[in-house]
C-alpha cells in the first residue's frame, strides 16, 4: 500500500483549483506538520518553485530531522544553463531547508533533462546523489510520451507523476505497472486534482465540464457505499503501484480527512469513473484563476 507525502505547494503559495484560503498561515502550516508526524507521515513533498515553500520549511521544522524531504530543482530560466541554474538551485534549497541534504532529488521541468544538456544534467544528478546531497534522484513528468523520452536517456530512482480516479491514462496503458517492475518508485501527484473531486458537478467550471459525467458517477457510488467523493478518490490511489501519494490540504482537519480516507477500502470497476479529455485532466491547460461556479 501507499504512504501519505504531505505536498507542500500551499505552504509557498495561492494554489489549488478549490483553495479558498490561500497560502497557509504559519499557525496552519504548523497544525499540519504536527498532525503529519502523528499520522506517521514520513515524506514532504516540496520545490524550489513553490514560492517561499521551501523556507518556510526549514523555519517551521527548525532543523527537526523527522522527515524525510523531496524537492525539485527550478526550471531553468531561457537563455540560462541548465546545468548551472540546478547547481545553484540545490544550493538554494539546501539553505532554505536548513538540510545538507534532500532524500530525493527531481528534475521539475522534464525539458531541461530531454535538452541539450540533458546528458550533462544527469550525470550532475548522479553526482549530487554520489557526494550525499541527494540520497535518491528522478524526475517529474507529466504523460507517457516524457517518460518514454526520461527512459531513453536516464535511470531514475523516481518519477512523479500525474494520476486520479478520473484520470487513469497511465493505469489503463500499463505504464504504472511497467515502471514499478521496473523496480522505479513512484510519486503519484494530482490525485483530487486539486480538489475537482469534491466539486459538486454542476459547479464545475465550464472548461472541466468533460469532467461532469466521470464526476456525477462517482459521487452516486460514493454515496452508495456511504463514503465521500475524496474516500472513493484515495481508495483508488492506495490500489495502484504506487510507494507514494502526494496529497497536498489547506487544513489540519484536511489532512486527518486524507489520512482517514486512506484507511478505507472500496472494491469497484474503477473504470467507470475515468475522463478522456487531456484538456480538462491536466491543470497547465486551465485558464489562470479558475475557480468552480
Same mark, same amino acid.
Given at each position: +500500500?501507499?504512504?501519505?507525502?504531505?505536498?507542500?505547494?500551499?505552504?509557498?503559495? *495561492?494554489?489549488?483549483? !478549490?483553495?479558498?484560503?490561500?497560502?497557509?498561515?504559519?499557525?496552519? =502550516?504548523?497544525?499540519?506538520?504536527? %498532525?503529519?508526524?502523528?499520522?506517521?507521515?514520513? &515524506?514532504? *513533498? @516540496? /520545490? =524550489?518553485?513553490?514560492?517561499?515553500?521551501?523556507?518556510?520549511?526549514?523555519?517551521?521544522?527548525?532543523?527537526?530531522?523527522?522527515?524525510?524531504?523531496?524537492?525539485? !530543482?527550478?526550471? !531553468?530560466?531561457?537563455?540560462?544553463?541548465?546545468?548551472?541554474? $540546478?547547481?545553484?538551485?540545490?544550493?538554494?534549497?539546501? !539553505?532554505?531547508?536548513?538540510?545538507?541534504?534532500?532524500?530525493?532529488?527531481?528534475?521539475?521541468?522534464?525539458?531541461?533533462?530531454?535538452?541539450?544538456?540533458?546528458?550533462?544534467?544527469?550525470?550532475?544528478?548522479?553526482?549530487?546523489?554520489?557526494?550525499? +546531497?541527494?540520497?535518491?534522484?528522478?524526475?517529474?513528468?507529466?504523460?507517457?510520451?516524457?517518460? *518514454?523520452?526520461?527512459?531513453?536517456?536516464?535511470?531514475?530512482? &523516481?518519477?512523479?507523476?500525474?494520476?486520479?480516479?478520473? *484520470?487513469?491514462?497511465?493505469? @489503463? @496503458?500499463?505504464?504504472?505497472?511497467?515502471?514499478?517492475?521496473?523496480?522505479?518508485?513512484?510519486? $503519484?501527484?494530482?490525485?483530487?486534482?486539486?480538489?475537482?473531486?469534491?466539486?459538486?458537478?454542476?459547479?464545475?467550471?465550464?472548461?472541466? +465540464? =468533460?469532467?461532469?459525467?466521470?464526476?456525477?458517477?462517482?459521487?452516486?457510488?460514493?454515496?452508495?457505499?456511504? %463514503?465521500?467523493?475524496?474516500?472513493?478518490?484515495? =481508495?483508488?490511489?492506495?490500489?495502484?503501484?504506487?510507494?507514494?501519494? %502526494?496529497?497536498?490540504?489547506? @487544513?489540519?482537519?484536511?489532512?486527518?480527512?486524507?489520512?482517514? $480516507?486512506?484507511?478505507?477500502?472500496?472494491?469497484?470497476?474503477?473504470? /467507470?469513473?475515468?475522463?478522456?479529455?487531456?484538456?480538462?485532466?491536466?491543470?497547465?491547460?486551465?485558464?489562470?484563476? +479558475?475557480?468552480?461556479?
Amino acid at each position: +500500500m501507499p504512504a501519505i507525502a504531505l505536498g507542500t505547494v500551499q505552504f509557498g503559495l *495561492d494554489y489549488g483549483l !478549490t483553495n479558498s484560503s490561500g497560502q497557509l498561515s504559519d499557525r496552519e =502550516a504548523q497544525r499540519i506538520l504536527q %498532525v503529519a508526524q502523528e499520522a506517521g507521515i514520513v &515524506w514532504l *513533498d @516540496t /520545490a =524550489a518553485a513553490y514560492g517561499n515553500a521551501e523556507e518556510r520549511l526549514g523555519q517551521l521544522l527548525g532543523g527537526d530531522k523527522h522527515f524525510s524531504l523531496c524537492s525539485k !530543482t527550478l526550471p !531553468t530560466p531561457q537563455g540560462q544553463s541548465v546545468l548551472a541554474s $540546478a547547481q545553484r538551485s540545490l544550493d538554494l534549497s539546501l !539553505t532554505r531547508l536548513r538540510r545538507d541534504h534532500v532524500d530525493a532529488l527531481l528534475i521539475h521541468a522534464v525539458g531541461d533533462l530531454l535538452g541539450a544538456e540533458g546528458d550533462r544534467l544527469w550525470q550532475w544528478m548522479a553526482s549530487a546523489r554520489q557526494q550525499g +546531497m541527494a540520497h535518491s534522484i528522478g524526475v517529474s513528468v507529466y504523460d507517457e510520451a516524457e517518460i *518514454d523520452a526520461v527512459l531513453e536517456r536516464a535511470s531514475p530512482d &523516481w518519477i512523479q507523476l500525474p494520476c486520479s480516479v478520473l *484520470d487513469q491514462r497511465l493505469v @489503463t @496503458t500499463g505504464v504504472l505497472e511497467r515502471l514499478a517492475v521496473r523496480g522505479i518508485r513512484l510519486q $503519484a501527484r494530482s490525485l483530487l486534482l486539486q480538489g475537482v473531486v469534491n466539486v459538486a458537478p454542476d459547479k464545475l467550471p465550464q472548461p472541466l +465540464m =468533460a469532467l461532469h459525467e466521470p464526476l456525477s458517477k462517482l459521487r452516486r457510488a460514493a454515496d452508495q457505499h456511504g %463514503v465521500s467523493a475524496i474516500d472513493m478518490a484515495l =481508495a483508488w490511489a492506495a490500489a495502484q503501484p504506487i510507494e507514494l501519494a %502526494v496529497l497536498g490540504v489547506t @487544513t489540519a482537519d484536511e489532512l486527518l480527512q486524507c489520512v482517514e $480516507a486512506f484507511q478505507r477500502r472500496v472494491e469497484l470497476d474503477w473504470s /467507470a469513473f475515468a475522463c478522456d479529455d487531456p484538456a480538462a485532466l491536466d491543470p497547465r491547460k486551465w485558464p489562470k484563476g +479558475m475557480r468552480p461556479a
